[in-house]
Structures are given as C-alpha cells and as structure tokens.
C-alpha cells in the first residue's frame, strides 16, 4: 500500500501592486525597492497618463528585463467601463465598476472651445444625506483608492486616445463634485489630485481642479497645508436653521464656521483666488429675495461667487425646480448685491448625469433610499410663511 504523500501548503498567490494610483514619490521609492533607478517613475507615469497605457509591453522605453520584472509583481487596473451614454449635448457618463463589483459614475461636459470638464467621484454613494441629492439616497458603501479615483480621469482621457499636445487635452478641468464627500475621503483624494496636478501625470493647472465639500472644517484645514486647489462649497442655505435639515453635517461644522475655513484656506493659497459657492435652488425652500439677501450678507466677508443650481428632480425627493423667472429673479436679487452668480446650465439630464442625479448602481446597504421613498421629505422643511415661486 502505497503511504499517502504529506500535503504541501498552497503557495499564497502574491496580489500585484496597481501603479495607477501612486503619486511620482510613491512610484519612485516603489522602483528603489525594485532596484531600479527613480527615472523609471516618471517614464511609467508617462505611459499610464499620457498614453493611456495599461501594459507593460507596451512601454517600450523599458528594457525588456524591466518589463518582464513589472509584470510579475505590478498592474495598470484601471475601473471597468460598464456603461457609457452620450447625451444629445455631448455630454458623456461612465458607469464604472470598482474592487468589489460596487459601481460608480463619472460625467464629462463639454463646454466652449477645447474646455471638458469632468467630474469625478470619491465614494460608492455618500453618507451624508443631502435631502435633495439623489446620490446621497443611495447610502454609502466604501471609499474609493487612488486609482480608482484617478481611473475615471484615465478612463475619459483614454476615450479620446492619447493625448498628442498639451494645447489639446481630452480634460481640462476635474472637478471632485461626484458621488460622495471627497474630504470624508481625504487622503485617497488628494493623492488622486497630485496625479491631477503632476507634468508627468496630466497637467493640469491647479486652479483647474477643484475639490467640493459641504463642510468638513478639519478636513479643509488640513487640505489647506497640503495642496491649493480650486474650492468649491455645497452651501445651498443662507442659515443654520434651514441648512442643518438640507445639508446635516451642517449640525457639525455650521456656517459661520465654514466661512471662517474657507478664509484660512484661501490665505493659504497665497495669490488672488476666490471660493465657488454651490447653491441649489428649490422652489419655495431657498429661493426667495429674504434668502438671497441673507446669502448676500453672510459671504460678504469671502471671496466668492455663487453658482445658482436649478433643483434636479428625482423619484420621491418633495421638492420642485424653481421657474425660470423666479431662478433669473434670484440671481438679480445677488447681481444686486455686487455677486457674480452664473446660472449652471443643465447638462446631461436625459441619461441621468445632471448635478445631483449621480445615483450610480450602488447596493444600498442602509436601505436609506427605502425610508427615504416611505417618509418623503419631512414637512419641517418647508415654512408655511415662505410664498411659492411664480
């Protein structure tokens, strides 16, 4: 009878490492450990970002030793495209799936000349449940890494092709103003924004990339010692009272604490630079002169202007987009106040990538979107004392 032979233990199967999402230091000292020279991280952060790159063998400005090395122990993963749309205005959205099957969106607009704007998300869903933002209906699910961030700018670069000069790129502007909070997920973000900024990533100049939160005060500080982006804030109330039941992290951070953040970041910046405030109007809820005035008067010590957002609507939200005579209304009510207050142009809303309407295909864990379709919105929203819009 033939002894059974002991069992060999399985050898573990060793994860690669994705080199998407690391900034050139972190690529560097990934290429030391190789022991290789740190050269190599700015030619293959060039063939990632530049060139779209996702193998190897396809960075011929390496020997071939190296890329042989490269392929036994790292990845260029970026998200899986699942969907793309294109709306009768151009405008494109990605549905992406990430690590673990979750899905996320990404939006690219197009404006005049050369200009693509895209915005990109940091989380699968958001957990601060904004009460009139679709995504935020979702719950929340998980941060997004570095490279799944960075992803979705490689993603829409790469539905151009490569990118031939940088008088020409596929994107020209991000804006972090997609699913999620970004600064709830900081340093993944700020990562992802360095390869932003990076020459040998994509370039772009750092009032062209713009990071959008709806208040997270120690986040912004930090943010503020670190990199000097653009600054968007999701404002969308001129009180505390009516801003703690739109936007709840306000019960944290409340206003006057946010503005004073805002200040301190913008001194960090050290050149001439002013905050874009985001603000969604929904007809007999924040639309009225007496909320304008007051908006009016609390930013007077900011640097700003006020980008006026006509509500979104979705499924079960209760609220109603303004007419247009009463949004034009509103924005001479700030013209008259010395504001720059440019209307957002809708975009995009016929596949369903508009501001505010990034649900995505995320599992909803909390069941919030449940609740939120069985209670609707709560009647304390809305002040019988507030006249509806004409």
Same mark, same amino acid.
């Given at each position: 009878m033939?002894?059974n032979?002991?069992?060999?233990?399985?050898?573990?199967?060793?994860?690669k490492?994705?080199l998407?999402?690391?900034?050139?230091?972190?690529?560097?000292?990934? #290429?030391?450990?190789?022991?290789? &020279?740190k050269?190599?991280?700015?030619?293959?952060?060039?063939?990632?970002?530049?060139?779209?790159?996702?193998? #190897?063998?396809?960075?011929?400005?390496?020997?071939?030793?190296?890329?042989?090395?490269?392929?036994t122990?790292?990845?260029?993963?970026?998200?899986?495209?699942?969907l793309e749309?294109?709306?009768?205005?151009?405008t !494109?959205k990605?549905?992406?799936?990430?690590?673990?099957?979750?899905h996320?969106?990404?939006?690219?607009?197009? =404006?005049?000349?050369n200009r693509r704007?895209?915005c990109?998300?940091?989380?699968?869903?958001c957990?601060?449940?904004? $009460?009139?933002? $679709?995504?935020?209906?979702?719950?929340?699910?998980?941060?997004?890494?570095?490279?799944?961030i960075? %992803?979705?700018?490689?993603? =829409?670069?790469?539905?151009?092709?490569? *990118?031939?000069?940088?008088?020409?790129?596929?994107?020209t502007?991000?804006?972090?103003?997609?699913m999620?909070e970004?600064?709830?997920?900081?340093?993944?973000v700020?990562?992802?924004?360095?390869?932003?900024?990076?020459?040998?990533?994509?370039g772009i100049?750092?009032?062209?990339?713009?990071?959008?939160?709806?208040g997270?005060v120690?986040q912004?500080d &930090?943010?503020?010692?670190?990199?000097?982006?653009?600054?968007?804030?999701?404002?969308?109330?001129?009180?505390?009272?009516l !801003?703690?039941?739109?936007?709840?992290?306000?019960?944290?951070y409340?206003?006057?604490?946010?503005?004073?953040?805002?200040?301190?970041?913008?001194?960090?910046?050290?050149?001439?630079r002013?905050?874009t405030?985001?603000?969604?109007?929904?007809?007999?809820?924040?639309?009225?002169?007496?909320?304008?005035?007051?908006? =009016?008067?609390?930013? &007077?010590?900011?640097?700003? &202007?006020?980008?006026?957002i006509? #509500?979104?609507?979705?499924p079960h939200s %209760?609220?109603? *987009?303004p007419?247009?005579?009463?949004?034009?209304?509103?924005?001479?009510?700030l013209?008259?106040?010395?504001?720059?207050?440019?209307? !957002?142009?809708?975009?995009g809303?016929?596949?369903?990538?508009?501001?505010?309407?990034?649900?995505g295909?995320?599992?909803d864990?909390t069941?919030?979107?449940a609740?939120?379709?069985?209670?609707?919105?709560?009647?304390?929203?809305?002040? $019988?004392?507030?006249? $509806?819009?004409?």
């Amino acid at each position: 009878m033939t002894p059974n032979k002991p069992e060999t233990p399985e050898t573990p199967i060793q994860e690669k490492t994705n080199l998407l999402g690391m900034t050139l230091a972190e690529l560097e000292a990934f #290429f030391l450990q190789l022991g290789e &020279k740190k050269f190599r991280a700015a030619q293959v952060m060039k063939w990632m970002h530049h060139r779209c790159a996702a193998s #190897f063998d396809e960075m011929t400005d390496l020997s071939k030793k190296l890329r042989e090395k490269l392929q036994t122990c790292a990845e260029v993963r970026p998200p899986k495209v699942v969907l793309e749309d294109i709306s009768s205005d151009g405008t !494109r959205k990605w549905v992406l799936e990430v690590g673990d099957g979750s899905h996320v969106e990404t939006v690219l607009i197009p =404006a005049g000349g050369n200009r693509r704007t895209l915005c990109v998300s940091s989380q699968v869903g958001c957990s601060l449940d904004c $009460s009139f933002c $679709s995504t935020g209906k979702q719950g929340f699910q998980r941060n997004l890494t570095p490279a799944e961030i960075i %992803g979705q700018v490689w993603v =829409a670069q790469k539905s151009f092709g490569p *990118r031939k000069d940088s008088g020409n790129r596929p994107v020209t502007n991000v804006v972090m103003m997609g699913m999620g909070e970004p600064l709830m997920n900081y340093q993944p973000v700020l990562s992802a924004m360095q390869i932003m900024l990076e020459d040998n990533g994509y370039g772009i100049s750092k009032r062209r990339v713009t990071v959008s939160t709806s208040g997270l005060v120690p986040q912004l500080d &930090k943010l503020g010692d670190e990199i000097d982006v653009s600054l968007a804030i999701s404002l969308h109330a001129p009180n505390d009272e009516l !801003r703690n039941q739109l936007v709840p992290i306000n019960k944290k951070y409340p206003i006057h604490e946010l503005i004073a953040a805002c200040q301190r970041y913008l001194k960090k910046c050290g050149d001439s630079r002013e905050v874009t405030i985001e603000y969604t109007l929904m007809a007999g809820i924040n639309d009225q002169q007496e909320h304008a005035l007051e908006l =009016a008067r609390i930013l &007077k010590p900011l640097p700003c &202007k006020i980008n006026l957002i006509p #509500f979104n609507p979705f499924p079960h939200s %209760g609220y109603e *987009r303004p007419s247009r005579n009463q949004v034009m209304r509103f924005q001479n009510w700030l013209h008259e106040q010395g504001y720059s207050a440019p209307i !957002r142009t809708t975009r995009g809303d016929d596949i369903d990538a508009a501001c505010g309407q990034l649900v995505g295909r995320v599992q909803d864990k909390t069941r919030r979107s449940a609740r939120y379709a069985e209670e609707r919105i709560p009647a304390a929203l809305v002040d $019988s004392n507030w006249p $509806s819009a004409g």
